[in-house]
């Protein structure tokens, strides 16, 4: 921008003199002192005034006053215009402001060259003026912007903002102490000073004051209006500015708050670093990567885990850590510290360390490599925990998982585990199971108590752990089963020695308690099926089918294809009976009825209703094969009430040709009996179809009360007091005791077929089937023989005073038409007996 010249005198002549002069400048004039500031005030650019000092209304003196009193003019530079003799007019002008002054009459060289100086002049100042302008900008800038707290003359104690004009912050500073610029002066900054830090503060700023100091710096604690206690580092540092050495200083504040907490945290941690290196079960250490894991740093936990002091292991100075890992670890530890070194990983590992007095220890190490700047390992770092506890625990734990707890034996989950095991192996291993079932023993429980069953079947394991071998392992899979594993065994023959010389032994175990068992065997085929659960069933069914064909003896059973179509026929069994089960009006459930006839009046004293099963796709099924299986899958519970309400409907029936007194019996199984609400829903049925409860008898095994005595006889006693008649079925056969007999609340017992085809055999079974029959009379019950075949054991059994019979003697089970037909032709024989 350039300068522009404004030429101030009241002489026309003078101007155009001075115009002519100085053509080729940028030039404004004026006649006298009021227009001169008229033109400055409209030109802001004019920099150098040629001011006249003889003029009507504002002289140049006047001129010059007002420059130096206005702030807004203090930029010019003035050259007044004198006469040759106006040396004193020159010197007051010069003293007013003037920079220089050209006498008249004006020499035009002169001029010029007193123009170009100043007029250079005035554009340097410009030039300076413009470069403060924008230091002082980028200065306002940083101090408004800076995120550090700056404070200039800030009043110590508290004060007006009148009193201390100097006091300036930044919006940082402010924001940082939480108070406004006014409340900052009222408190001063003694009034925010934490009271245990004011006097260190104090003392610092009286040292400045006093020159001692050109500045300090310290950590102080500030508080906020709202309470909190901010951390800050603060620098003060003095500043000549003003007169009143009280207000010459300057302080930046930073909030270390942060810094602070990290501070504390870190000292915690290293507090607390210190408390666990030295209750630490084990020790922490700093070694080389060498071969002997040379100690360069051991905690103190050294001694109690090793019995070694720290300092012994020091630079090997006693014994190095190698040689105090147990020799099969060593190598395993170098070989897992090579993986982890390779990776930059962490490093964790468990061995077994043999410690100063011999004792061995398990131990937990966990560790990390540090590397120096080349890549290489510096040292590994970590530490080291006795974990001989915890190891002992796991083996207690590993034990109690994978072992029996009564008997000592590997458990179902061991046995499966090594079964997938062996499985796996490329070499095929010539394998097979033998299972013990031993269900027959829990059934004197009823009489003897759950500890009694359990230490029969400890002593069966005990008896049968001689045979385990290497290749002959006993396990108890489930609280009823033994079962061997067998590798390598020399072929089927092997087995069957094996198996004879097990049943050998366990006959002899039970037979004071007259129990038996089943052997099944199953030999494992290389290309067959290797599921370990689908194998133990398989081994499981084929113990039960022993059980059921050999009854109270231990002789054995393979599971062949035999028995594959056997278990596979069951199993079409199940889908029918499932099918009977969702839907009660499909065919291929129906009853037969077995009459039962009273010989002390020789009529018929009512039936016992048969389950029989016949479908499209299975054909006729014995009751030997789906009453077993209904039971397994609990599909008796709704099987078994149709079974009730097809014999009521016959006993209807009954009623309806005037037969109101002849009972039917209904066989129910243990399943039923124990099954919450069955005597009430027994009730509600016979309410329903309008039977009277006591023409209805009720059919259980002597087995039922293994499972369960004294609610099975709280169960009867009530179906007794409702009506119905209680019949104690297969009596003899189970394993009731005298004193059990004497306590059933049952009406009858029904002596089993065994003992009435042995009637006539040379030995005890006829006098004990008379002696059945003359306790149960004692004992106020009547008694029906099962399976009568012949007119001799008729006679027999009358001669002995049996109440009632049934058997082929008298009749076959009968379809239920064909049953009211023998009832009809019966008491009509019967009528004419009696009237002959």
């Not at 170009?116 to 408004?144: S, Y």
Request: a negative charge; hydrophobic letters at 40%; charged letters at 25%.
């Amino acid at each position: 921008m350039s300068v522009r010249i404004l030429v101030v005198d009241d002489s026309g002549t003078d101007r155009e003199i001075v115009r002519s002069m100085l053509l080729g400048y940028d030039l404004l004039v004026a006649c006298d002192g009021v227009e001169a500031l008229q033109v400055i005030d409209e030109n802001p650019d004019i920099g150098l005034v040629v001011l006249d000092l003889h003029m009507p209304r504002m002289d140049g003196f006047e001129v010059l006053e007002v420059f130096r009193s206005d702030r807004r003019y203090q930029g010019l530079r003035t050259i007044i215009l004198t006469n040759l003799d106006e040396l004193d007019n020159e010197m007051q002008g010069l003293q007013l402001g003037a920079v220089d002054f050209v006498r008249k009459p004006i020499h035009m060289a002169s001029l010029k060259a007193r123009i170009d100086v100043h007029l250079e002049l005035v554009r340097i100042q410009r030039a300076l003026e413009r470069r403060l302008d924008v230091q002082g900008m980028t200065l306002e800038a940083i101090f408004r912007h800076m995120p550090a707290g700056i404070a200039i003359s800030w009043n110590k104690g508290p004060m007006t903002a009148e009193a201390n004009t100097y006091f300036t912050t930044n919006p940082a500073f402010q924001r940082l102490i939480g108070r406004t610029k006014e409340e900052l002066i009222m408190a001063g900054w003694a009034g925010i000073i934490h009271p245990d830090d004011l006097q260190e503060a104090s003392r610092n700023f009286e040292r400045l004051q006093a020159g001692e100091t050109s500045g300090f710096a310290m950590d102080t604690r500030l508080l906020r209006p709202d309470g909190a206690v901010l951390w800050a580092h603060v620098c003060v540092s003095s500043l000549a500015l003003w007169e009143n050495p009280e207000f010459n200083h300057m302080a930046f504040v930073e909030d270390i708050t942060a810094r602070k907490v990290m501070e504390k945290n870190l000292t915690e941690s290293e507090r607390s670093k210190s408390v666990l290196l030295a209750n630490l079960p084990g020790l922490a250490y700093r070694c080389d990567y060498d071969s002997d894991w040379t100690m360069k740093f051991v905690s103190t936990g050294c001694w109690a885990l090793t019995g070694y002091a720290p300092e012994d292991l020091v630079n090997n100075s006693r014994i190095s850590f190698n040689d105090i890992i147990s020799p099969e670890y060593r190598p395993l530890l170098r070989e897992e510290w090579a993986h982890a070194v390779a990776k930059g990983a962490p490093f964790r590992y468990e061995y077994e360390i043999t410690t100063a007095s011999g004792e061995r220890k398990w131990v937990l190490e966990m560790g990390q490599a540090s590397y120096n700047d080349a890549g290489g390992v510096e040292a590994l770092e970590g530490i080291i925990l006795d974990i001989s506890d915890r190891k002992e625990m796991e083996n207690n734990l590993r034990y109690i998982n994978t072992h029996d707890s009564s008997t000592g034996l590997h458990n179902r989950e061991y046995l499966e585990t090594l079964l997938e095991s062996d499985a796996r192996k490329r070499q095929p291993l010539k394998r097979a199971l033998v299972g013990i079932n031993l269900d027959l023993v829990r059934l004197v429980e009823a009489n003897y108590g759950f500890h009694y069953a359990e230490e029969l079947i400890r002593k069966a394991a005990d008896k049968l752990s001689q045979y385990c071998t290497e290749g002959c392992q006993l396990f108890r899979p489930y609280e009823s089963r033994l079962v061997f594993y067998l590798v390598n065994y020399a072929g089927q023959k092997e087995l069957i020695d094996f198996s004879e010389r097990i049943a050998e032994d366990l006959d002899h175990l039970f037979a004071t308690e007259r129990v038996g068992g089943g052997i099944g065997i199953l030999e494992i085929s290389s290309e067959g099926e290797q599921d370990a659960d689908l194998l133990l069933k398989k081994l499981l069914i084929a113990s039960e089918r022993s059980i059921s064909i050999f009854d109270k003896d231990f002789r054995r059973r393979f599971y062949d294809r035999d028995l594959e179509a056997l278990v596979n026929r069951e199993g079409d069994i199940i889908q029918e009976l499932s099918r009977l089960a969702a839907d009660g009006d499909r065919e291929g459930l129906f009853l037969e009825y077995q009459p039962i006839v009273d010989l002390r009046t020789n009529s018929i004293h009512g039936f016992e209703a048969l389950a029989r099963l016949c479908t499209e796709s299975l054909g006729l099924v014995s009751p030997l094969e789906f009453i077993p299986l209904a039971e397994k899958t609990k599909l008796i519970i709704p099987i078994g009430e149709q079974v009730i309400v097809k014999a009521f409907r016959f006993l209807k029936r009954l009623k309806k040709q005037g037969y109101d007194t002849v009972h039917v019996t209904v066989n129910i199984s243990a399943i039923q009996l124990l099954r919450p609400g069955f005597t009430e829903r027994l009730l509600e049925l016979s309410r329903v179809m309008d039977i009277d409860p006591h023409v209805v008898g009720i059919e259980i095994t002597e087995s039922v009360f293994a499972s369960n005595y004294d609610y099975v006889n709280k169960v009867i006693a009530q179906l007794r007091d409702a009506g119905c008649y209680v019949a104690i079925d297969d009596f003899g056969t189970g394993y009731s005791s005298m004193r059990r007999m004497r306590e059933l609340n049952a009406n009858c017992l029904k002596i089993d077929k065994y003992f009435i085809d042995s009637l006539f055999e040379v030995g005890r079974d006829a006098a004990i089937t008379r002696d059945i029959i003359s306790i149960a009379h004692r004992l106020g019950y009547f008694v029906v023989a099962e399976g009568v075949t012949s007119v001799e054991q008729e006679q027999y059994l009358v001669a002995n005073q049996c109440d009632m019979i049934q058997g082929y003697r008298i009749s076959r089970p009968l379809p239920e038409d064909v049953a009211l037909e023998f009832l009809q032709r019966y008491d009509d024989s019967a009528s004419i007996l009696e009237q002959a």
